[in-house]
């Protein structure tokens, strides 16, 4: 059964940094690509960054430069570094894999079958 739990959300204020963390199990980690989403309140959940079964990332437009996804393989973890965070950041956030090569789809909700139950992070300004 797969799982995914997030941590390392929190409050911060605008320009600082936190780093999600997505602890995996269930699965064989390199077979799945990995991504994370977030969702403000009243919006949709959005794709932020995805890493492929091929090391590919991918990044949204609002976080490229500040925000870098890695995954450590042997300890099955997926993370999330972000920085100079703005109040426009703040959501959940929501670790997500799916087995297999994502291509396309790696930063698409609906190409997503597994979620953890996601981290607030909330940034002030």
């Known amino acids: 059964q797969v799982q995914l739990v997030e941590s390392g959300g929190g409050s911060v204020q605008a320009g600082g940094s936190l780093r999600l963390s997505c602890a995996a199990s269930?699965?064989?980690?390199?077979?799945?690509?990995m991504g994370w989403f977030r969702q403000a309140p009243g919006k949709e959940r959005e794709g932020v960054a995805g890493i492929d079964t091929d090391g590919t990332t991918r990044y949204a437009g609002s976080v490229k430069g500040r925000f870098a996804i890695s995954q450590d393989n042997a300890k099955n973890t997926l993370y999330l570094q972000m920085n100079s965070l703005k109040p426009e950041d703040t959501g959940m956030y929501y670790c997500?894999?799916?087995?297999?090569?994502?291509?396309?789809?790696?930063?698409?909700?609906?190409?997503?079958?597994?979620w953890g139950q996601g981290t607030q992070v909330t940034v002030s300004s």
């Open positions: 997500a894999a799916e087995r297999y090569y994502c291509g396309s789809a790696i930063m698409t909700r609906g190409g997503y079958n597994y």
């Open positions: 269930g699965y064989t980690y390199r077979s799945y690509c």
